[in-house]
């Protein structure tokens, strides 16, 4: 993958991130819409979807990001590999999950990975940090029945307050006895988990499911 340079730190509430995304027409987007989606929020250079669409051909996989030239780069090697049932967008997810997924047959949505967000470490910067409550009631709409919402960063403090806001909005059901995740359950690890790793440093993982 193409080394493109951009800011690490993007502003979401910066006015040229306020207009939302208009609702997709899905059948253009992949060559089987009716296969089951995995929704990636915040998935920066792309490569943990483009594994992973590559190991599941039986899933479609979207990868939304606020950084546009990496959304560029990697639709870009998307077609390179000809892969079918992967497409990433530029957008701001706490403005536009609701004019995006309201497109979307019901059920579809099945997993979402929010993994290793920018912490936005000063309190005043707080609003800044993608899970919001209002997007946990987005994806508590929209996710389906049993769908499943995987968690994970290398800061403990952000976290527990990602699980804290999802414990908190009744759609949703941690899984085990609230402790962190061993082990990451899906087969493919994200680029930063494999540098946490590599260091010795803990990663804080969870699960919650969507309850009907």
Same mark, same amino acid.
């Given at each position: 993958m193409?080394?493109?340079? %951009?800011?690490?730190?993007?502003?979401?509430?910066?006015?040229?991130?306020?207009?939302p995304l208009s609702p997709l027409d899905w059948e253009k987007i992949y060559a089987q819409p009716s296969l089951p989606l995995h929704l990636d929020i915040g998935c920066a250079r792309g490569r943990?979807?483009?594994?992973?669409?590559?190991v599941e051909p039986v899933w479609n996989f979207l990868g939304l990001e606020i950084r546009e030239p990496l959304v560029v780069e990697a639709n870009r090697l998307r077609d390179e590999l000809g892969? %079918?049932?992967l497409h990433y967008?530029?957008?701001?997810?706490?403005n536009s999950l609701r004019?995006?997924?309201?497109?979307?047959?019901?059920?579809?949505?099945?997993? %979402?990975?929010?993994?290793?967000?920018?912490?936005?470490?000063?309190?005043?910067?707080?609003?800044?940090?993608v899970v919001q409550p209002e997007l946990v009631a987005e994806l508590a709409e929209f996710l389906a029945?049993?769908?499943?919402?995987?968690?994970?960063?290398?800061l403990e403090f952000l976290a527990v307050e990602m699980c804290d806001r999802f414990a908190a909005n009744p759609a949703f059901v941690?899984?085990?006895?609230? !402790?962190?995740?061993?082990?990451?359950?899906?087969?493919?690890?994200?680029?930063? !988990?494999?540098?946490?790793?590599?260091?010795? !440093?803990?990663?804080?993982?969870?699960?919650? !499911?969507?309850?009907?």
């Open positions: 193409a080394i493109i340079r %951009v800011r690490q730190h993007v502003n979401p509430l910066a006015n040229k991130y306020q207009t943990f979807v483009l594994d992973m669409a590559q892969l %079918v049932n967008l530029f957008c701001n997810a706490n004019p995006l997924l309201s497109s979307l047959p019901q059920k579809r949505l099945q997993h %979402v990975t929010i993994q290793f967000p920018d912490p936005w470490f000063k309190n005043r910067h707080a609003k800044r940090r029945p049993g769908g499943i919402v995987f968690l994970q960063s290398d941690r899984h085990g006895r609230g !402790e962190w995740l061993a082990e990451n359950p899906l087969s493919i690890p994200t680029e930063r !988990e494999i540098y946490t790793l590599n260091k010795g !440093e803990p990663v804080y993982r969870a699960i919650f !499911e969507r309850v009907s």
